[in-house]
């Protein structure tokens, strides 16, 4: 059985999903002991929520009867706790996380998604205080690392949108200069800047970040925003040479 979950993890990686879901009902099927039906049936319900289907998966986990393996429990209650929030059960997922927090391998996955969770049952500062605990997080692993980029990213975005650029600035600048996330913790770290009308700091992140590819959007705004900013700094010689380069580089880009 240990074998067929290793094969059907494979066939996950390679975007397999049938194939393992197959495998793993056979397990489901067989004639197992409960420790070993249940973890196919968490398996299982974790295919369907990778496949979008939080439904099919919810019905899984109903199934699960008797003792589950030590090993899977606490994913297990967080995949539970993804299902509620992708079915909007807000309020329930945000209590399944919070008996996760102490969970090291999940710190800062459960703390960003129940912070998430928490906003969206209306409890706006209770979230926000999860998702800054996300944001602070110590690890060197690369998948947490990418969680406390995005909470920072979308605790920063709140504050820009209230206009408190300062705190904003703040979050924006904990993103790394390097994950999925840097592009738009720049361009908002410089946008903070730029409000406070500190445009010599705004163009520290702008210039970085108009220096990478052009077809990303993040990118495009900033190389308009960095002559901006030297416009604002009274550097029009500099600026134009700049809204020069950003006009051919687009021109290039629509050919």
Do not use: C
Request: aromatic share 8%; hydrophobic share 40%.
């Amino acid at each position: 059985n240990e074998a067929k979950f290793d094969v059907g993890d494979f066939e996950l990686y390679y975007r397999m999903h049938q194939r393992a879901g197959r495998a793993i009902k056979a397990v489901i099927e067989g004639n197992v002991e409960d420790l070993v039906r249940n973890e196919a049936i968490y398996r299982l319900a974790r295919i369907y929520f990778q496949k979008d289907q939080p439904e099919n998966a919810e019905r899984t986990l109903e199934r699960i009867k008797g003792a589950v393996p030590e090993k899977v429990r606490p994913e297990l209650s967080f995949l539970r706790a993804n299902i509620d929030i992708a079915l909007g059960k807000n309020a329930e997922a945000a209590k399944l996380l919070n008996d996760l927090q102490g969970e090291k391998s999940l710190e800062g996955f459960s703390a960003y998604n129940r912070g998430i969770a928490l906003i969206r049952d209306g409890k706006e500062s209770e979230g926000r205080r999860s998702l800054a605990r996300a944001g602070q997080l110590n690890s060197h692993d690369a998948a947490q690392l990418a969680t406390k980029d995005k909470a920072n990213l979308v605790l920063g975005e709140k504050l820009m949108a209230e206009n408190n650029f300062d705190s904003a600035k703040e979050v924006l600048d904990r993103v790394r200069l390097t994950g999925p996330f840097t592009n738009r913790a720049l361009l908002g770290s410089g946008w903070a800047d730029a409000s406070l009308e500190r445009f010599k700091s705004a163009l520290v992140p702008w210039t970085i970040l108009s220096e990478g590819n052009v077809t990303d959007a993040e990118v495009e705004e900033a190389m308009l925003a960095v002559p901006y900013a030297y416009g604002k700094l009274g550097v029009y010689s500099k600026a134009a040479v700049l809204y020069g380069r950003a006009l051919e580089a687009f021109g290039k880009e629509i050919d």
